[in-house]
């Protein structure tokens, strides 16, 4: 490919899964000399994050790239992460190079004509769909009864973010938080899976996630997600070393060379890899790799927009490490405004994207609508 126009939008919008807060990503729209166009996303969420990630693709990243002339996405890659030396180890550098080698790639698959999970060899046809939720409604009864709604209507799985801003106090402590896995086990059965995602709202101690997790297990929980902030190694060793449940972590990992310290310190069993966030959708693949090797689950963080979903759900077919999928049960303009054709699960399960690429066709008026200027 050769590439002749690059182009950066800031959207902001508000979302439902949230209790419709405002929420802030960047797309980056790639062009070929030949019209081809490609779509990458950046979820670099703060206003300030965004702007410089913006920045950074149209001052940095894309003229380097423009002025290549004939390439490929694994030179484009590399071309990055050779220029990004000094600063590239995470943070901005990574947000911005993986929309733009999420756009990359969905030209490689046009050009081809392919669906990129046809391209890498599709090992799945199609993975359980997971209704990924906030814990955020205003009584406990309600937090249950909003499960259970994700489950009738279809989704095998449910995960639970708790400590997040909320009508109510329920998940924000331990004791709330496993009435809630008790509660929701009860009303559901044992038929269904339920995951529980600490994340950066709760800080427990390692004593606190010890006793929380073994009483989860009680009532079948299929892994606890982010127990501890992401550098707390040793509390990450104390808790596996002390419960049976998956430990997953990683979402808010940056590179390859830091989700491999991560394998390397055999703390988790789940990795959570976010394309539009780790070095793109080749860090995501060589991540995954890296992950079969050691024998971990992979799990896409696809908590975005539909072009991060698509990425997401092409990358997942196509490893034999995952075993779910992951979706925002309630719709949001990115996701269901954004696109054609949105992800959807049908009858529980999520499968491929036919068309080539990225398999979804963005509405242009969509994104100006949605862009932020401030």
Same mark, same amino acid.
């Given at each position: 490919?050769?590439?002749?126009?690059? #182009?950066?939008?800031?959207?902001?919008?508000v979302?439902?899964n949230?209790?419709?807060?405002?929420?802030?990503?960047?797309?980056?729209?790639?062009?070929?000399?030949?019209?081809? *166009?490609?779509w990458?996303?950046?979820?670099?969420m703060?206003?300030?994050?965004?702007?410089?990630?913006?920045?950074? %693709?149209?001052?940095?990243?894309?003229?380097?790239?423009?002025?290549?002339?004939?390439?490929?996405?694994?030179?484009?890659?590399?071309k990055?992460?050779?220029?990004?030396?000094?600063?590239g180890?995470?943070?901005?550098?990574?947000?911005?190079?993986?929309? %733009?080698?999420?756009?990359?790639?969905?030209?490689?698959?046009?050009?081809?004509?392919?669906?990129?999970?046809?391209?890498?060899?599709?090992?799945?046809?199609?993975?359980?769909?997971?209704?990924?939720?906030?814990?955020? #409604?205003?009584?406990?009864?309600?937090c %249950?009864?909003?499960?259970?709604?994700?489950?009738?209507?279809?989704?095998?799985?449910?995960?639970?973010?708790?400590? #997040?801003?909320?009508?109510?106090?329920?998940?924000?402590?331990?004791?709330?938080?496993?009435?809630? *896995?008790?509660?929701?086990?009860?009303?559901?059965?044992p038929?269904?899976?339920?995951?529980?995602?600490?994340?950066?709202?709760?800080?427990?101690?390692?004593?606190?996630?010890?006793?929380s997790?073994r009483?989860?297990s009680e009532?079948d929980?299929?892994?606890?997600?982010? !127990?501890?902030?992401?550098?707390?190694?040793?509390?990450?060793?104390?808790l596996?070393?002390?419960? $049976?449940?998956?430990? $997953?972590?990683?979402?808010?990992?940056?590179t390859?060379?830091?989700?491999q310290?991560?394998?390397?310190?055999?703390?988790?069993? *789940?990795?959570?890899?976010?394309?539009?966030?780790?070095?793109? %959708?080749?860090?995501?693949? #060589?991540?995954?790799?890296?992950?079969?090797?050691?024998?971990?689950?992979?799990?896409?963080?696809?908590?975005?927009?539909?072009?991060?979903?698509?990425?997401?759900?092409?990358?997942s077919?196509?490893?034999?490490?995952?075993r779910?999928?992951?979706?925002?049960?309630? !719709?949001?303009?990115?996701?269901?405004?954004?696109?054609?054709?949105?992800?959807?699960?049908?009858d529980?399960?999520?499968?491929g994207?036919?068309?080539?690429?990225?398999? &979804?066709? *963005?509405?242009?008026?969509? &994104?100006?609508?949605?862009?932020?200027?401030?």
């Open positions: 490919m050769k590439l002749a126009r690059l #182009k950066t939008y800031v959207l902001r919008y979302d439902p949230d209790l419709n807060r405002e929420r802030m990503t960047v797309l980056a729209r790639l062009e070929t000399t030949d019209g081809v *166009v490609g990458g996303e950046a979820i670099a703060w206003p300030e994050a965004c702007r410089a990630t913006a920045l950074l %693709i149209e001052e940095g990243f894309g003229p380097l790239l423009l002025q290549t002339g004939e390439t490929s996405v694994a030179q484009c890659w590399q990055m992460r050779d220029h990004s030396w000094w600063y180890e995470g943070g901005i550098a990574s947000f911005a190079l993986s929309a %733009i080698d999420m756009a990359l790639w969905d030209i490689h698959g046009k050009i081809q004509g392919q669906p990129l999970s046809a391209l890498w060899g599709q090992h799945h046809d199609r993975l359980p769909a997971n209704a990924s939720c906030h814990v955020n #409604k205003e009584s406990l009864s309600a %249950i009864d909003e499960a259970m709604g994700f489950f009738s209507a279809g989704f095998r799985s449910v995960k639970l973010g708790l400590g #997040k801003k909320s009508l109510s106090t329920i998940g924000h402590d331990p004791e709330s938080s496993i009435a809630l *896995v008790a509660g929701l086990r009860r009303a559901a059965g038929h269904v899976e339920i995951l529980v995602d600490v994340g950066n709202g709760l800080r427990w101690d390692a004593d606190t996630a010890v006793d997790v009483r989860m009532h929980i299929g892994w606890v997600e982010e !127990p501890f902030y992401p550098t707390h190694l040793k509390d990450y060793r104390l596996k070393a002390a419960v $049976a449940v998956p430990i $997953a972590s990683g979402e808010r990992e940056w390859v060379a830091g989700y310290r991560l394998i390397d310190s055999a703390t988790v069993d *789940v990795l959570g890899i976010d394309p539009a966030r780790a070095e793109g %959708i080749t860090g995501f693949r #060589k991540i995954d790799q890296c992950a079969g090797e050691a024998g971990l689950t992979v799990n896409a963080h696809a908590w975005s927009t539909a072009i991060t979903t698509a990425a997401s759900l092409h990358l077919l196509a490893s034999p490490n995952t779910l999928f992951e979706l925002k049960p309630f !719709p949001v303009a990115v996701q269901q405004e954004l696109v054609a054709t949105p992800v959807a699960q049908v529980g399960f999520v499968t994207l036919s068309g080539p690429g990225l398999g &979804v066709e *963005v509405d242009e008026a969509a &994104v100006q609508r949605l862009s932020y200027q401030g």
